[in-house]
């Protein structure tokens, strides 16, 4: 049978039509069956004439919405009715296979966290993110669920995002970097030192301490950072991609034979805002659950939520959790150490 | 008289040749004397002939080198007669008015910590650095000489940056955001959150919070960060620049009519490239010492050389650190709570 996924079609910044029309390209393209939550008359409105016949699509209507700007565990307890956490409500029913939303991905995770619950001997889930490189994708994690980490949540965050790179990327055995200031593992803050000594203890196929610079030079698979640094690095590389679209655009405008120019070379500029423009991914899963759930960019488009729809069905087919179990448990050292590790503060300032 | 600035012609990538031909740049164009410090040899083999009677120009020989990976403390303590370190002693001594270096930026630091020592009040010097935006420039600190922070340290960083940025961009009131993962001030880590608090009680022009995208929108003048997450946005920066060239020239590259629109946009294209080169802006300054030291991009070009010894005169003619000691005079609140504020410890994980 068909995996039904559950789409919040009330978060996302391009209204119910754009996610609905996602939905749509899903079902008639991937084989499978999406549940869509939200207010059902705008959901109906943006629906085309009998397309809520087609098999597979399903309606569930909820009367509650949580805003952008929301702080998440206080929105999800008040509200009960709202998309999100309806979807994961249907999800822990086992009525749906995994959650996709655009909206408040605190609420979202919150959400996430009360009803499904955290896989074993993962203490923080967190968001991974995937970037173009000039190369192939790499997996970034964690990108803002946790701001403020310990080595031991670090660590998880490598073996999550790992599971991730193998499951979607088809890499068996994903390098693993740590981001930091310097390339030696004597480099970096605290937290970062004391994280190094973790991996390196590992059986992960951990390369040491990588750089900004190197995330986009298709060297490493797996960049992992706690989700302040981590969710820094993703909104400044969106804003300096757009930055510098613009400027390169401006220089453009200054000249003209470089306006014929620009003229002659718009296919190749598409070509190129499509490779790196982070909405087209696919999403941003939410790991370490006992479930699957993704969270889109609030600007995503119908291909963008597709692609999403995409990914969640990979990661449940593929079973991306039971890879996470497996890469634990090779490593269980861990869990033995795990009080020592909780005990020791890391980050203070020397 | 002309001030003079002291070169390290042994740091950088490109070799003496390059510092040398930005000295003379310098001297030609600036109306600035330029201490050379280095192997006499190898800068007398990189002088024009007749350019070692320039007026102005003056040769330190020097038989040490510190290497780019060598750890800071040790390497000026190991190395007296190294170019870094002779360089801040001249300072010292009143022999120079400034240091620039595009060599191991760690020891040159360290040299200056050692030489100088901090101006008063001012607990932990940084580097700043500047970024091109859509509209201005923004001004970054510290970008890697902090990496585990108090919220006193950031708070002295935006003092510092905002002296910057008055006394090189003219902008009398700079608007000073903190760098985080939320524009509402609640959000952010536990060192952000504290930090924030501190700015909110000053004098400065501090408009609160801002994200990664912000940085290259021009709507903000100062963007304080800890040295850890300030490297990691520098050196990303640098890689998603360079990354973002190739995969577009990749494109081109595809497409026939695109390659003929390439060869007419290629002006417009190399006008890009030197508004995003960071190695354009005339280095980094080293705020919060008892003297004046830039350190710049180890692949500097002659022309950045020549930025950063204008940047450097430029320093101490305007007198940034009085700016500095003006600017934290006015919020002395600060010192009088700073038992409780070094006591809090910032930044661990709850």
Redesign the interface.
Known sequence: MALRIALDVMGGDRGPEELVAGALLAVRELSVAVTLLGDEARIRAALPRGADALPGLEIVHTSEVIEM?ESPFEAIRRKKDSSIVRAFALHKEGKVDAVVSAGNSGATMAAALKYLGRLNDISRPGIATTF???KGPVVMMDV?AN????PR?LFEFGVMAAAFSRVMYNIPRPRIGL???GE?GGK???L?KKSHDLFQQSSLNYIGNV???????GEVDVIV?????G??????????????I???GD??K??L??K??????K???S??RR??DYAEYGGAPLLGLRGTGIVCHGRSSAVAIKNAIRVATELVQNRVNDHIMELLAADDFLSLRADELDEE??????
Chains 1, 2 share one sequence.
Do not use: W
């Open positions: 700007d173009p490189t000039l803002g701001v403020d980490c310990r949540h981001l930091s200031i030696e970096g803050n605290i970062v750089e900004g610079r190197d995330t986009f030079q950072c706690d989700g302040f640094v969710n820094i690095c993703l909104k400044l590389s969106e804003g300096l991609a757009e930055a510098l613009a400027m390169l220089e453009i200054k000249r034979p470089a014929i120019g620009y003229l002659l070379s296919k190749a500029f070509a190129f490779r790196v503060p890391a980050g203070a300032a020397p």
